[in-house]
């Protein structure tokens, strides 16, 4: 492994010395004129399939703005397709064609190898590889909860109401679908792996809706599990939630080694609880609409704000949103890569 070297890496071990490094979470993405140019010419769905054009998206903003980390381009719901159930993108999110609406949905999803159905998402990494060098890649896939929430509801959702009801409704089905999820995901992130990602991220994007009980149980539970699978490769593990505020002693005891922290929460104060992890975030992407000094001073209020930098990893603290300035994005990286770190 030849990132182990670089200060996001370094940072995800806690022994980082350097730069404090910075990505973004979708940070390729319509933002940026490059990425709106390429998605001129193709679909969404047809990007996700490319190699090439993976990485070419993939290079845009790491080149453009000296990022510390490239992350796969591919969207959480590509797992989707094999198991039965198409997913499109038309404009305004993702739409599911078969969801699951009760115990005989959940029989009839396929079970498949991600090395054989997957493989322009392998064959994606090997190409970032070539054309970012010396980037450490970040693997992902969506959490077990999260990727319920979607095959449940069929499509996006402020409260996923329908997901909820179902797991206390169908418990037993409940189970047969999160053990089928942990298996599919853990084989998927292993393939990432040995295609070259350097790191992993599962994003639990709707966890933050959960009681605690039943956050242990459906979200906590069955990443530990998928963790617990990745180990033995001995690259970092991160888990971003989104909402985490609420369940910090929960993700305390999980067997990784970053916790990405949404907006909501206090950074100084996720850190504090984690004494044993790295923590990533968590800037509100809404400040990026803001001016230059407010970008500057409420980066450098979340760096000021902790005890240590060692195991630290900046990152907004959920994606970055169309029609984001670009220029604020410069400001953002420089303003992070300029931070004077004391020495004590
Ligand atoms: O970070 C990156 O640059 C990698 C690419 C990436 C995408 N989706 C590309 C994408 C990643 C890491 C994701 C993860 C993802 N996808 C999550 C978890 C992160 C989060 O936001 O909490 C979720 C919940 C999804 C599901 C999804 N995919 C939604 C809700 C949408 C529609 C919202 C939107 O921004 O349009 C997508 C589509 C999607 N995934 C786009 C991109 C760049 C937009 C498609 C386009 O180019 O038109």
């Known amino acids: 492994m030849g990132m182990n070297g670089s200060p996001f890496i370094k940072a995800c071990r806690g022994t980082n010395d350097?730069?404090?490094?910075?990505?973004?979470?979708?940070?390729?993405?319509?933002?940026?004129?490059?990425?709106?140019?390429?998605?001129?010419?193709?679909?969404?769905e047809q990007l996700c399939k490319s190699p090439s054009l993976i990485a070419e998206v993939v290079r845009q903003p790491v080149q453009r703005f000296d990022l510390d980390a490239a992350i796969l381009f591919s969207d959480i719901l590509t797992i989707m397709d094999p198991m039965g159930v198409p997913v499109s993108f038309p404009e305004g999110g993702p739409v599911l064609a078969n969801p699951v609406n009760g115990p005989d949905d959940v029989a009839k999803l396929k079970p498949y190898d991600p090395a054989l159905e997957l493989t322009f998402v392998f064959d994606g990494i090997s190409e970032i590889r070539k054309v970012l060098p010396a980037s450490p890649i970040i693997g992902f896939a969506g959490s077990p909860f999260t990727l319920a929430c979607y095959l449940i509801q069929g499509k996006g959702s402020s409260n996923f109401d329908k997901p909820k009801q179902f797991l206390h409704k169908y418990p037993a089905a409940s189970?047969?679908?999160?053990?089928?999820?942990?298996d599919i995901v853990s084989r998927y992130l292993e393939e990432q792996i040995k295609a070259g990602a350097d790191t992993v991220q599962l994003f639990d994007s709707w966890g933050g809706i959960l009681s605690q009980d039943d956050y242990r149980?459906?979200?906590?539970?069955?990443?530990?599990?998928?963790?617990?699978?990745?180990?033995?490769?001995?690259?970092?593990?991160?888990?971003?939630?989104?909402?985490?505020?609420?369940?910090?002693?929960i993700v305390a005891d999980i067997d990784c080694e970053v916790i990405g922290v949404d907006y909501r929460c206090d950074i100084a104060r996720a850190a504090a609880a984690l004494p044993h992890k790295a923590v990533q975030g968590n800037l509100d992407p809404a400040v990026l609409f803001g001016?230059?000094?407010?970008?500057?001073?409420?980066?450098?209020?979340?760096?000021?704000?902790?005890?240590?930098?060692?195991?630290?990893?900046?990152?907004?603290?959920?994606?970055?949103?169309?029609?984001?300035?670009?220029?604020?994005?410069?400001?953002?990286?420089?303003?992070?890569?300029?931070?004077?770190?004391?020495?004590?």
Not at 176 to 182: A, M, R
Request: hydrophobic share 40%; no cysteine; glycine share 6%.
């Open 18 to 44: 350097g730069r404090i490094p910075i990505w973004i979470m979708r940070q390729a993405g319509r933002y940026l004129p490059e990425y709106r140019a390429v998605r001129e010419k193709v679909s969404f």
């Open 175 to 182: 189970e047969t679908l999160f053990n089928f999820l942990v």
């Open 217 to 249: 149980h459906w979200s906590a539970r069955p990443v530990q599990e998928i963790f617990r699978r990745l180990k033995r490769y001995n690259v970092p593990r991160i888990l971003f939630v989104n909402n985490v505020a609420p369940y910090l002693d």
């Open 291 to 344: 001016s230059k000094e407010s970008i500057v001073r409420q980066t450098g209020s979340i760096l000021d704000s902790l005890s240590t930098h060692d195991n630290f990893i900046f990152n907004l603290g959920h994606g970055i949103q169309p029609g984001t300035p670009v220029e604020s994005v410069y400001t953002l990286v420089e303003t992070v890569h300029g931070f004077q770190r004391s020495t004590a």
